[in-house]
């Protein structure tokens, strides 16, 4: 007993200094819309890692306002769309804010629901404008508010944005929707899923919001984006894998995505990504053509991840080196810094 107690005192006394440089605790926000009030709560958390410490390397002038993509979420328990980037933009000196919107909706309702989100951080923050950083359908998002209210807004991030469409969308709406609408199943169909995409941001602290998955669809496939373009070309190419204007209305314009399929042995969704590049008939993250996510100055086009995998899920189980994006962010994050956004 003499030897385990200065044994357990020099223990102690060694491991203090090493836990307290290993703990570091951040902050982002979740926001939401709760009886037509837009809600943004705290988040903190606490990174256990070595060498984690508190930085100011992503430490931009305006806040970091992320969108979620089709059947998205803020959080529900221990899931989080944006899983581990919100804080580590935290960590390293950033202000982040996940917003909600429609699980599944048009880009217009989205977006409309996003910009009172905006407002709403702007407020909280004092800042003039914020940056957008949009996944998916969630580019769309920022796109619009971008159009609408260009005073808003210092710059717009796309990450694997359906700007020109997506062939799954194209083929979903042929040889599912079209062939159940003739026979008269397209509308329960379409019914159960807006039952679960409403229950999906209600859990996620949305609140309750309307659900139209076919509005959804029909703004994914080549021939609704092309319209939504005509509205909103700021930073499309003009070519099809060209790069966009990097700056329009005073708003600079990034974009980045993947290629990849299976990219992890532990994460069962990889089969689907896998499976679903049998519709592509160019590069691809599963989802969304590479030349497709285009938008503005492109970043890269080609990281070995994903569609899922470009938001760190499911639950970082991702890919090591490139593969895993949430680095991306930072990085990305000391861009805007340096460009003094």
Not at 174 to 199: H, R
Not at 216 to 237: M, S
Not at 262 to 267: A, P, Y
Request: charged letters at 15%.
């Amino acid at each position: 007993m003499k030897k385990i107690v200065p044994a357990l005192i020099l223990g102690t006394t060694l491991l203090t200094p090493i836990m307290g440089f290993a703990i570091t605790t951040s902050t982002y926000h979740n926001c939401g819309i709760q009886n037509d009030e837009v809600n943004c709560e705290a988040v903190s958390k606490t990174d256990w890692s070595l060498f984690s410490k508190q930085t100011e390397y992503a430490k931009t002038k305006y806040p970091l306002v992320f969108a979620h993509g089709l059947f998205g979420l803020s959080q529900i328990g221990p899931v989080n769309y944006w899983h581990n980037i919100p804080s580590d933009l935290a960590r390293q000196g950033a202000k982040a804010y996940v917003t909600t919107v429609s699980a599944a909706n048009s880009d217009a309702v989205r977006g409309e629901q996003l910009l009172k989100q905006v407002i709403t951080i702007k407020a909280l923050t004092g800042a003039d404008k914020v940056n957008l950083i949009g996944h998916s359908q969630g580019v769309q998002s920022v796109r619009y508010v971008a159009g609408v209210r260009p005073d808003l807004v210092a710059s717009v991030t796309g990450v694997a944005g359906s700007n020109k469409g997506s062939p799954v969308a194209d083929v979903v709406k042929k040889y599912i929707q079209q062939p159940a609408s003739v026979i008269g199943l397209d509308k329960p169909i379409l019914a159960f899923i807006n039952f679960f995409t409403g229950l999906e941001t209600l859990l996620s602290g949305g609140g309750v919001s309307d659900q139209n998955v076919l509005a959804a669809l029909n703004g994914l496939t080549k021939e609704g984006t092309a319209e939504y373009n005509a509205k909103f070309p700021q930073g499309i190419p003009e070519t099809d894998c060209g790069n966009g204007e990097a700056k329009v209305n005073g708003i600079n314009y990034y974009s980045w995505s993947g290629v990849g399929h299976s990219t992890n042995l532990l994460d069962l969704s990889d089969a689907g990504m896998l499976a679903l590049n049998l519709f592509h008939d160019s590069p691809n993250d599963g989802l969304v053509p590479k030349c497709s996510s285009h938008l503005g100055e492109v970043i890269r086009d080609d990281y070995p991840q994903n569609h899922l995998d470009e938001v760190n899920q499911i639950l970082g189980l991702v890919g090591s080196g490139a593969g895993n994006p949430v680095p991306l962010y930072s990085q990305h994050a000391n861009r805007l810094k340096l460009a003094g956004l």
